[in-house]
């Protein structure tokens, strides 16, 4: 009878650390977490249209591009989930998005949005200013995403009211896109 009841608190405590673990990862942390140690990105970033994702859908912002693709310039899509899901970070997705007035620090399209959320790669003893030779393989077994076509087609595909055809090979040498250097190694 003892044997059994050890097994079983045993068994509760692995899945309640297994639950911690995957809460922990799935946390967004917002970019400004991502900054200070990738301010080349962040302030080229700054410059797109996928910082400024979420003011798009305001009532008379982009108003003749949303009428050219038969959108209503003077509604309010801040809650509209179909735009939500590519216009901030995390919608839809535990620690992500929720509302403007409940997580605006996660409004527009962030690092996490195409990296994964945060939580679980930035940490003192992964990628952090404390640890600056973290290896890369690391930080996706933690939860990083390395975006590919596939990420940035979630988004940019036919579904969207907006969409021209992408190429993701020539879309990744603009902007943000382009592969500004780390100043460590990985």
Not at 137 to 146: D, L, P, Y
Request: proline share 6%; charged share 20%; glycine share 6%.
């Amino acid at each position: 009878m003892h044997r059994s009841w050890r097994i079983g608190i045993t068994g509760l405590l692995v899945v309640f650390l297994l639950y911690c673990v995957a809460e922990a990862r799935a946390q967004y942390v917002n970019e400004k977490r991502c900054r200070p140690c990738h301010l080349p990105q962040a302030k080229s970033w700054e410059l797109t249209k996928m910082a400024k994702a979420f003011d798009l859908l305001k009532p008379g912002v982009a108003a003749e591009s949303k009428r050219a693709h038969q959108l209503d310039p003077n509604k309010d899509y801040t809650h509209d989930a179909a735009c939500l899901s590519c216009h901030v970070t995390g919608w839809g997705q535990r620690g992500g998005f929720e509302s403007i007035e409940k997580t605006p620090e996660l409004a527009g399209v962030q690092c996490e949005a195409c990296h994964g959320p945060g939580a679980g790669y930035l940490k003192p003893n992964l990628m952090s200013l404390q640890n600056k030779e973290y290896k890369q393989a690391e930080v996706v077994a933690a939860g990083m995403v390395v975006p590919d076509a596939q990420t940035c087609q979630a988004c940019h595909n036919p579904k969207s009211p907006f969409y021209s055809p992408f190429d993701y090979e020539a879309r990744k040498r603009q902007g943000t896109h382009e592969h500004l250097p780390l100043k460590y190694s990985h």
